[in-house]
């Protein structure tokens, strides 16, 4: 399985994925799942992914031939956010068709995969997609900031709590691997390292791009301080109405 | 669906569980979920349930009637926790398989259901079950000292980091809440009110049940106070290099 989100405030665009691939617990290994396709100054593209890999490689491989063979649509001279999104997902279906073609025999592997394009182009605001195996897609919205894709209930309600529009990309970038962080914690299948990319709207550039692993100073000192700071609040909830007289009874002892 | 925790610790027992059912999202009710059975000083046995309504009815009225009907085999004479949860997974692959043969034309009707029991009889200690749908079980233990059933996955990463079994019944309440109002957050097939059952070790009776509704004052008060420690905890969290940075220019200017 795997674990990505990706937040657009209005500030820009922030994505955190991990890295850990598996097709059984016995054959786990670790990927890049996060793509960054980049003309500075010009557009930048952010593309996640979960699901087949091999899928997921052939995606990207139809993504840079069309780029280096200069092909009518491709990354480099589409001209809208939507329109890239639509490109995409034409190409998960392509290379899901291929994949299923050269199946000799009936067999139960899972050729989809589910992609996050994320980014912006020179004189469009920045957009974030979610884009389905089928290839159609949705966008994110003021009111649903965020997209995840892959084991994604894990690491959902803190994002429901934090993520808003108006909240830095700083914050938006901790509250993501916060959400990581959670799902790691509960699901195996989730692992490290973590990949991180922010965005900022209009900078037409990813300014920050960062591989935590989980002994990286930063990201071992966020874990450890939110694991800490979730303890401490939960130590200042209230107090059960029967809690507070047998405590008041136990000091009188 | 349904969500609903139970938590062993060293000091005894806790169940939380929710009321929404729902059989499609315009087929929305409260059910109590939580079912105690007890003998003062002498046995108690809390059971609830995820799945199949119809099946969970017919197990607790098999329940009543075996106790009523003083069997052989009833919660009023079995003599282990085990056995009891042995007994609870017989009439539950029972009444699943009933309610399969009624069907007289195939349906894509699910009739499993899944429980927890959870209990204590005099001279034993304190015992917590997952009873899977299959009629066999598992039981908490130190290392994994909670059990879910239903949509777990939501409330699961604030278990994970808090429940111990060293920590206070009141504690393990209060995160048990917690979790799942992480889940009715993020899940709309978990809803309000929520029953509490409280079983200290060797009280052999429930000490504490309670219903709470979104605006019962204690709820109330513990889902506001989360929000705004989570919040207040996320805003003490470390600063990017970068960050650090660009808001001490932001300070110079």
Chains 1, 2 share one sequence.
Not at 35 to 64: D, I, K, W
Not at 228 to 234: A, E, K, P
Request: charged share 25%; proline share 5%.
């Amino acid at each position: 399985m795997t674990y990505c989100v990706a937040v657009k405030v209005d500030d820009g665009l922030v994505f955190v994925g991990d890295t850990r691939t598996s097709a059984g617990v016995d054959d786990v290994r670790t990927y890049n799942k996060m793509h960054v396709f980049e003309t500075p100054g010009e557009r930048v593209f952010v593309v996640m992914s979960a699901g087949n890999l091999a899928t997921t490689q052939t995606v990207l491989t139809h993504l840079r031939r069309d780029m280096a063979d200069d092909k009518p649509v491709n990354l480099n001279n589409i001209r809208h956010m939507f329109d890239a999104a639509d490109y995409l997902g034409g190409l998960s279906v392509r290379s899901q068709k291929e994949a299923g073609a050269h199946t000799q025999y009936a067999s139960n592997v899972d050729f989809r995969t589910t992609l996050i394009l994320g980014g912006q182009i020179q004189g469009e605001d920045p957009a974030l997609y979610l884009i389905y195996p089928e290839g159609n897609c949705i966008s994110a919205s003021p009111e649903t900031p965020y997209i995840q894709i892959g084991e994604s209930k894990y690491g959902k309600p803190i994002l429901d709590r934090v993520i808003r529009p108006q909240i830095s990309l700083e914050d938006a970038a901790r509250c993501a691997l916060v959400s990581m962080d959670s799902t790691m914690k509960s699901n195996l299948t989730v692992g490290p390292p973590l990949d991180l990319a922010v965005l900022p709207r209009d900078a037409l550039r990813i300014t920050h791009k960062e591989r935590f692993d989980l002994d990286t100073p930063f990201y071992a000192n966020l874990r450890k301080s939110w694991g800490d700071l979730l303890m401490r609040s939960f130590t200042e909830l209230p107090r059960f109405e029967w809690e507070a007289q047998s405590q008041a009874q136990t000091q009188l002892l």
